[in-house]
């Protein structure tokens, strides 16, 4: 692998990211910690990643009907990302994470994409637990995020629908108070969500305990329309299993099911 003189040459010759050791948030980080960083993720690259990016090719996602198989070097793969801290570098020490500035994170994150893009690493896990640290409440925080950051649940971005794709305006997923006493469980008011995504980047599959879906939906009005245009849009949390305020999986499976497995160029490997 080539990246790693091009990575220190962006980093510490073009960058001087050294520098942000200045900054109270970074003051324990130096060029060591830096590098200790970037060897970890060039080594679980080249040695989880790399050697499997063809098979992940060839061997592409199946449905038995029941669940989506997935080659056992992605199951590896993921374990050895999340068992590195990766999934939360640039999180809060009390939190688990690093306090790893983002642009040593980024650089670190592309021997992954270098070595196997499709079999992906953390990124839309990181995203989706990064969003609900700040804007999720506390609960939603220590049940949802949390359990990403650790690599236990896994998580994605349900926006795109058949019908809508650059025009989010247009989602057409509807999202209604379940029922009278909705706003009053302790993880967040509570909907029931109908409708259809398309295109959902690892949506399906058995690499964690559960699955937390972020989906885009729309709330009705008092007529029960939809309305045009962006107004009623919200952000829901779906877990593929229930879970309680404990973070435990209930037993019991929400109502998401999967229509199909898309075949992306590029990026075969992922569901
Ligand atoms: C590999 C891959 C992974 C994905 N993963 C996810 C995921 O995890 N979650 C998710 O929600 N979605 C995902 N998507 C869907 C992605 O977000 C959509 O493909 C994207 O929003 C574009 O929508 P579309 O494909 O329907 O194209 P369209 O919106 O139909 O656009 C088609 C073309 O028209 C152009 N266009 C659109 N609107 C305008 C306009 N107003 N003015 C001028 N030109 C315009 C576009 O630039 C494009 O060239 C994924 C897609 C791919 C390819």
Redesign the pocket.
Known sequence: MTLRPTVDFLLHDWLHVETLQQRERFADHSRETFDAVLDTCERIAREKYAPFNRLVDTQEPHFDGERVILPQATHDAQKAYAASGMLSAAQDYDVGGMQLPYTVEAAANAFFAMASVSIGSGM?TTGNANLLMVHGTEMQKQVFALNEFSGRFSG?????EPQ?????SDVSTRAVPDGADFADDPLGPRYRLKGN???????EHELTENIIHLV?AKIPDENGKLVPGTRGISLFIVPKKMVNTAGELTGERNDVALAGLNH????RG?T
Do not use: E
């Open positions: 839309l994605t971005m349900c926006l795109s809508a794709g650059s025009s989010l995504k398309m295109w959902i980047s690892a949506g885009l992306k160029c590029g990026w992922t």
